[in-house]
């Protein structure tokens, strides 16, 4: 198995920038396909952007394309989720996951991941 940590939220302006960090260990972090996920008060958690094993596939959510970048590296077993010009509707926990597979027409299904991280808060004011 592996276990995710992330880092990286806080409070920002409307407009600002965050990136996210998600560290990965246990078991061989190339192996996984990975997504990031937020969950707003009071809401369902959504899914916001996944990765592939490799990298070369990526899926982002309509409302974050253009503005949210995923990647990783696969050699610092790290995930990232680059945030740009937020918006207040972006405020949320965010979550990332692992998963034993990929298929991306089904990566937006969180029922598809089989690990998760605790959750780092991103506020963002207007």
């Known amino acids: 198995q592996v276990q995710l940590v992330e880092s990286g939220g806080g409070l920002v302006q409307a407009g600002g920038s965050l990136r996210l960090s998600c560290a990965a260990s246990g078991r061989t972090f190339s192996s996984y396909a990975m997504g990031w996920f937020r969950q707003a008060p009071g809401k369902e958690r959504e899914f916001v952007a996944a990765?592939?094993?490799?990298?070369?596939?990526?899926r982002y959510v309509d409302s974050v394309k253009g503005r949210f970048t995923i990647s990783r590296d696969n050699a610092k077993n790290t995930l990232y989720l680059q945030m740009n010009s937020l918006k207040p509707e972006d405020t949320a926990v965010y979550y990332c996951?692992?998963?034993?597979?990929?298929?991306?027409?089904?990566?937006?299904?969180?029922?598809?991941?089989?690990?998760w991280g605790q959750g780092s808060q991103v506020t963002v004011s207007s």
């Open positions: 996951a692992a998963s034993n597979s990929w298929e991306y027409t089904t990566v937006v299904l969180s029922t598809l991941y089989n690990y």
């Open positions: 990765i592939s094993r490799g990298g070369a596939s990526t």
